[in-house]
Every structure is written in C-alpha cells, then in structure tokens.
C-alpha cells in the first residue's frame, strides 16, 4: 500500500542551528500539506502546496520557515535559525488534489526537539 | 472559543461502547473527520461524514452529526485495548475539498481492560 515518506523520524537541535525535513508523497498526488503539531494540541497547518505552487502559507512563520516543492513531487519544509518553541511533531499529508472528496494520508512526522 | 472543539480525557472499559463528542464553530465545511493517532505515530484516518447526512456507520465505528447544534461524535462498540489512542475530529477548512484540515485537540481514549 502506498504510504507518504518523511525523513527523519527524529531530529534533536541545539537553538540557532538551521534543520530541514524531508516528504515522499504518495505517487500522483497533486496537494501537498506540512502541519506542525504542538505536544497536547491537534496539527496546525503550515502550508500548503498544489503541484509545485504556495496554495496557502498564511500560517508560516516566513522569517525562520521556508517550504518548497520544486518538481510537484517531494518537498522540503527548513528552519533557520531553530527556536526553542519549535520543538513539535511536523508532518506531512498528501491528498489526491481532485474530485469533491479529498482525503488526506499523513507521513509517520519527524519529531523535532530544539535544546 | 475554538473553531473544533473535543473533552480531553475519556476512560472506558475493555467490551464497553467509547462515545468521543465534537463541536465546532464553522457549519460550512463540506465533510468532517475522525482521525486516530498511536503514540508517537502519524494521523490515521478512521472514518468521514459527508455533511448532507446524519450518521453512518463503519463495522463498530457509528459517526453521528448534528448540523443544527454543529455537533459531532464518533462511538466505538466494543471498545478493545487496542483502540487507546487520541482521536481527533477535524472539518475541511477554506478552499472547499481541496483546503486543509482544522483538528480539534484530541480525546485520549484509554481502555481498562
């Protein structure tokens, strides 16, 4: 069964150092979403790609967070510098991007933890 | 108040039925989830409702929803060990099908057996 990729599972960084975070959709998905899920809270959205375009980023802290996804496939989510309050679960979901029923399938996260 | 919201906490014991309860703000969202999610793993997605109906049903999965009140809940028959785990309601947010998720904080279900 296909199943969306992130590397790596865990990332342990010490404040001010620069960390980036990998995801392998499933095949053929066109929508590509990073959430960032607090300890105790639900995945909050960073951004979120159609293809190889920003559909929404409203919620990315742009002066620290960069994404891209420059062929429509994998995509990079980095941090530069990394802050103490970025310590949280990141994962990424691919949707097919299509059709009125567009379910989500969610990547295992990289479980990041800044010190 | 929140956009999603969900009791934190739910305790039940091994064969009994678990009911996790949603409500949110936002009645125009097209479909809304239930998502589980095991400790230190992803977001599995359990089942959907199609906001046009009132309940459905999934093998021991029953999703009522309440459009009037903007209230949603997911009951579990037979609740085994295995179903421990946080379990998040979310609604599609703007952007129609294609939007993102807005997730509750989650219920975490723990199962006595």
């Known amino acids: 069964e296909a199943e969306v990729a992130q590397s790596p599972r865990y990332k342990i960084t010490e404040k001010s150092q620069a960390v980036a975070f990998w995801c392998d959709p499933i095949?053929?998905?066109?929508?590509l979403y990073w959430y960032r899920q607090i300890l105790g809270q639900g995945p909050e959205l960073l951004v979120q790609?159609?293809?190889?375009?920003?559909?929404?980023d409203s919620q990315l802290p742009k002066d620290r967070f960069s994404a891209e996804r420059l062929k429509g496939v994998d995509s990079t989510l980095k941090i530069q510098p990394a802050e103490l309050g970025d310590s949280a679960m990141y994962l990424c979901a691919s949707a097919p991007g299509r059709g009125e029923y567009n379910e989500q399938f969610f990547g295992p996260g990289t479980r990041l933890t800044v010190l | 108040g929140e956009d999603v919201e969900q009791s934190l906490f739910l305790s039940v014991r091994e064969g009994d039925s678990s009911v996790i309860n949603c409500t949110y703000t936002d009645s125009s969202s097209t479909y809304l989830y239930w998502y589980k999610q095991e400790p230190g793993a992803g977001l599995q997605l359990l089942t959907y409702i199609f906001s046009n109906m009132d309940m459905k049903q999934d093998q021991r999965l029953t999703v009522l929803l309440n459009k009037k009140d903007k209230h949603l809940s997911l009951r579990i028959a037979d609740t085994q060990t295995g179903d421990s785990a946080i379990y998040f309601c979310?609604?599609?947010?703007?952007?129609?099908?294609?939007?993102?998720?807005?997730f509750g904080k989650g219920t975490k279900l723990s199962v006595k057996p």
């Open positions: 790609f159609q293809d190889e375009s920003v559909v929404d």
């Open positions: 979310a609604r599609q947010g703007y952007g129609g099908s294609q939007g993102n998720l807005i």
């Open positions: 095949s053929g998905h066109a929508t």
